[in-house]
């Protein structure tokens, strides 16, 4: 009996009846979070034009440039402006760490922000831009910095996919940084540049040093001895093999040597007053490369090349004889060219 009157309802404490509006308020909220699209779905955004302006608040002070193309994703907006987050690796020398209006890194210089370390340039920071830090690696660190974009300057892009991240760390990837000492993992072909055939091979073991990086290509050094009869003087000549970030990296080393780079053109454009790498009204190739790299590159066009150069079409793949004349352009660190001749 006692078992029977302690089951009794009235044992139960009666829940109190939910008023009509707060009902209608759960459902609704339940019906957008369902039914909404993850917001990276509808947001995804590349940069329209190279050296787009990244600003720290709508209308505020200029803490970078942007690279075309570069996939961002739309945050918020205000006033004509669209709140993005650039994601990438910097050079370590090229940063201090400070405690200021909630970064922990500064830019010591104007420096360049990549997808990976030595890869695909997203942008060129200002000297004492702030940022925040997010990872380290070999001669670099990986950062982030929220800032503003004029909604003009954006369009549509893929959009990104939900909790995308770089590749895990690995071994291989560590070692390929540029400026490691690294040794062969089995016999290698070897190459002038990466689009030409094998020129040779390096056995297993063979330690090497890494000097540059472009996608999935290394630039190696390595010491051997060769008899002195077989050797010619090479002076005059070009060069193949060079990469962009080679030219960044040591500009005044670069300067005036000639190279042989397959690029591809985007357009023929003219310079004006707002570029003080160029003269005003000065013709000169807007191109990416050399091949297989992202990076921008300018190559400036004497008089009479400029009516062959016009008949190029975007994204023509086009292999120039090119004299250095600077390892890095003025704001965005991109290595301008001389053009001598256009290969057949």
């Not at 929220?146 to 991240?165: D, E, I, K, Q, S």
């Not at 008899?227 to 990469?243: I, M, P």
Request: aromatic content about 4%; some cysteine.
């Amino acid at each position: 009996m006692t078992f029977v009157r302690n089951c009794r309802p009235q044992s139960i404490a009666a829940r109190r009846p939910q008023p009509a509006a707060r009902i209608l308020f759960s459902l609704a909220v339940l019906v957008a979070l369902l039914g909404a699209p993850p917001a990276s779905a509808q947001q995804a955004a590349t940069v329209r034009r190279d050296g787009e302006p990244l600003l720290g608040a709508p209308g505020g002070t200029q803490i970078g440039r942007l690279a075309a193309g570069v996939p961002l994703v739309r945050q918020a907006a205000s006033a004509g402006a669209v709140q993005v987050t650039v994601d990438g690796w910097i050079a370590r020398a090229a940063v201090a760490a400070v405690n200021r209006d909630g970064h922990n890194l500064q830019t010591t210089r104007e420096e360049n922000v990549r997808a990976v370390p030595n890869g695909r340039l997203l942008a060129r920071l200002v000297k004492g831009a702030l940022l925040d830090s997010v990872d380290a690696r070999a001669g670099w660190l990986h950062v982030r910095r929220t800032g503003w974009v004029a909604a003009r300057g954006l369009g549509g892009g893929a959009p990104a996919a939900a909790g995308a991240a770089p590749p895990a760390d690995s071994a291989a990837a560590a070692a390929a940084d540029s400026g490691n000492d690294a040794v062969l993992l089995r016999e290698a072909p070897v190459y002038r540049n990466t689009g030409g055939a094998p020129a040779g091979t390096l056995e297993a073991g063979v330690p090497v040093r890494v000097t540059a990086r472009a996608g999935d290509w290394v630039r190696v050094q390595t010491s051997a001895w060769v008899k002195a009869s077989d050797l010619k003087a090479s002076a005059g000549q070009s060069v193949s093999g060079v990469t962009a970030a080679e030219l960044r990296s040591a500009p005044e080393e670069w300067k005036g040597k000639t190279l042989r780079w397959t690029i591809q053109f985007l357009a023929l454009q003219t310079a004006d007053e707002l570029r003080p790498d160029f003269t005003p009204g000065q013709r000169y190739i807007l191109a990416r490369g050399p091949a297989p790299e992202y990076a921008f590159v300018y190559v400036t066009v004497p008089p009479e090349l400029v009516d062959r150069v016009a008949r190029l079409q975007p994204l023509d793949s086009v292999t120039v004889v090119a004299r250095v004349k600077s390892g890095r352009s003025t704001y965005l660190a991109n290595p301008i060219l001389e053009l001598v001749s256009l290969a057949p």
